[in-house]
């Protein structure tokens, strides 16, 4: 079985997000709520952090890990095959897939994820764009969106979330990882010690 922790947190994440979901009035669909987005957007965008592991785990195994942990994949995949714009219309598209019974639709997806994710070897790796990453560190890339887009949606819905705290954990693990990665370290240590503020527009995604 694949990273009983990866899959557990995952898991535990998504239901999270799923929780938040089903808290979201009629009237707060069209909310704005980041860049582009409005609410039923960003919770489509959301929802795809399930759904592309559904995708890929149906997809051919490569032959080898190409990408070696989370961390090289927001260094150099997210970089390589996300365009802002695209990855806008994806949200709008997802958004329009959630329909009139969001929650039913994700929690559907969901259990259709998480059954084949049982179902894989502690080894198995997942096709991102002919490239291989194990399923495990794939997932905490899942675990990075679904943390932070499901307190992203509670800020724009003023639903309280109840992410799990080690998965908020995880999520700001790998972001320091990429940022030191990236060779900005100094700008976000001396933000968390008070000494300066980030720059304008900082994000390491």
Do not use: C
């Amino acid at each position: 079985m694949v990273g009983v922790s990866s899959a557990n947190l995952f898991s535990r994440a998504a239901e999270a997000y799923l929780e938040l979901l089903g808290g979201i009035g009629d009237e707060q669909w069209a909310l704005p709520a980041l860049g582009v987005w409005d609410v039923r957007s960003l919770a489509g965008h959301t929802a795809r952090a399930i759904l592309t592991v559904e995708n890929y785990l149906n997809l051919d195994e490569p032959g080898e890990v190409t990408i070696h942990s989370a961390t090289d994949y927001y260094e150099t995949v997210y970089d390589q095959v996300t365009e802002p714009n695209a990855v806008a219309a994806r949200g709008v598209e997802a958004g329009i897939w959630l329909g009139d019974s969001p929650v039913a639709q994700v929690f559907q997806a969901l259990e259709r994820t998480r059954s084949l994710i049982e179902e894989q070897p502690s080894n198995r790796i997942v096709s991102i764009g002919g490239m291989g990453i194990l399923l495990s560190e794939y997932l905490r890339t899942r675990i990075f969106e679904l943390a932070v887009h499901t307190i992203d949606l509670s800020k724009a819905t003023g639903i309280a979330h109840s992410v799990p705290q080690d998965a908020i954990d995880d999520a700001l693990s790998l972001a320091t990882s990429i940022v030191t990665r990236r060779g900005n370290a100094v700008d976000l240590l001396f933000a968390l010690t008070g000494r300066d503020g980030l720059p304008e527009g900082y994000s390491i995604v």
